[in-house]
């Protein structure tokens, strides 16, 4: 087997991208974090950027699309999400760069597509943006799910979680320290909402309930700055599960690779 690669790029509110690939090319889960990061993170490992073969996007939040239309226009990348993350992406403000319609590829969630022998798989997650979508990536008998900016736990994500290898898993905020924190009540609502962001219990319950000793690893992500520790996530998850999982919590503006077994 061709052994993947796994790299966070950057994980957190200050922006959110992932590459997963093989010795010789991969694929993008976001593009949250400039392009001349992104090209310099993939060259430490080796990785040139005409060996991307395509950016896969969850949802239409700037952390999450910052360098979206440049991968797709400079390095000619095809862009695949659903045709509403794509019209946010059109009318977000932020984003000067627009990305081409020739470089837009729709994946509504449900759907499947293959890219360079990495088939993957969209499924709807709730969060406060256009659409959002997490992605199963399946690559010769691996399975590595990806869900990222949800606000409660779906069945389907539950179906998906005792099926993979391995999972990016949203563990974004500690509830007491959300609760006693310094954000207005409004923003603590929206957080807290199932159409906002995943606690560590929250987080801790789904595992717990759903991971089986399949699960070789969990990443959590996108943690807060303000309401959350990497300590306070990877002991509230490493105490919940029940299985012989390891526990990686992704650093939020650094680089992490791990070579997948």
Do not use: W
Not at 139 to 144: Q, R, S, V
Not at 155 to 182: A, F, P, R, V, W
Request: glycine content about 6%; proline content about 3%; hydrophobic content about 35%.
């Amino acid at each position: 087997m061709n052994k993947l690669r796994f790299l966070s790029i950057a994980s957190g509110s200050s922006g959110n991208s992932y590459y997963l690939g093989n010795s010789e090319y991969g694929i993008l889960i976001d593009a949250g974090v400039g392009p001349r990061v992104i090209k310099k993170r993939l060259k430490e490992i080796g990785v040139e950027m005409d060996r991307l073969f395509a950016v896969f996007v969850t949802h239409d939040h700037y952390d999450h699309i910052k360098s979206v239309a440049t991968l797709g226009e400079v390095y000619h990348l095809p862009v695949y999400s659903t045709a509403k993350v794509h019209r946010g992406i059109a009318f977000n403000c932020k984003v000067t760069e627009k990305l081409s319609p020739a470089n837009k590829r729709l994946i509504e969630n449900g759907a499947t597509v293959e890219v360079k022998g990495f088939k993957v798989s969209s499924f709807s997650l709730p969060h406060d943006a256009s659409d959002n979508t997490g992605y199963v990536v399946e690559y010769e008998g691996l399975t590595f799910t990806f869900a990222t900016d949800l606000g409660e736990v779906t069945d389907q994500l539950c179906n998906y979680i005792g099926k993979s290898d391995y999972l990016l898993l949203e563990s974004n905020y500690d509830e007491t320290m959300l609760k006693n924190g310094s954000y207005p009540y409004v923003l603590k609502q929206r957080v807290a909402s199932n159409h906002g962001h995943l606690s560590n219990a929250e987080a801790s319950k789904a595992l717990a309930t759903f991971a089986s000793n399949r699960l070789k690893q969990v990443f959590l992500c996108h943690l807060s700055k303000e309401n959350n520790t990497p300590d306070l996530a990877f002991q509230e998850v490493s105490n919940a599960l029940n299985t012989t999982t390891e526990v990686t919590v992704l650093p939020r503006t650094t680089p992490l690779l791990v070579d997948l077994k």
